[in-house]
Each structure stands twice: as structure tokens, then as C-alpha cells.
């Protein structure tokens, strides 16, 4: 299945597998941006993630790491 910047809760779980030891909190946003970008599945273009969307993103991962 193919992600894009919209299915927040979806990149926040590949994310929470492919990183598990990473604090989604302690990273900058331009680092994020080039993770969610790396994911595989990920097809969208790289502008549209904007700093609110990654930001929600970030959110929604570490709520899924605390889970």
C-alpha cells in the first residue's frame, strides 16, 4: 500500500517498526522529512509534508511508541 502525507497514523506505525529505538520528539523536522520520505511504500511528493503535517506525524508516532 502505497502512503502519503495524508495517512498520518499509518507513516507513524511504519515509522514506530523501522525505528523503534529512535524518541520521534527529539528529532528536527528536516530529519523526520527525509525518514517518512525513506519509508518504503511512501509515494508522494516531498514539499507536500509541510511542518503542521510532520509535526502531526511526529505526534501520532510518539503516542505509538508510548503505547
Excluded: C, N
Aim: avoid cysteine; aromatic fraction near 8%.
Amino acid at each position: 500500500m502505497k502512503h502519503t502525507w495524508r495517512d498520518i497514523g499509518e507513516i507513524a506505525r511504519d515509522l514506530a517498526k523501522q525505528y523503534p529505538e529512535t524518541d520521534p520528539l527529539g528529532l528536527e523536522l528536516p530529519q523526520l522529512r527525509a525518514m517518512v520520505i525513506g519509508l518504503p511504500g511512501f509515494s508522494d511528493a516531498p514539499e507536500a509534508g509541510t511542518d503542521d503535517v510532520l509535526e502531526a506525524i511526529q505526534s501520532a508516532w510518539y503516542d505509538e511508541a508510548e503505547d
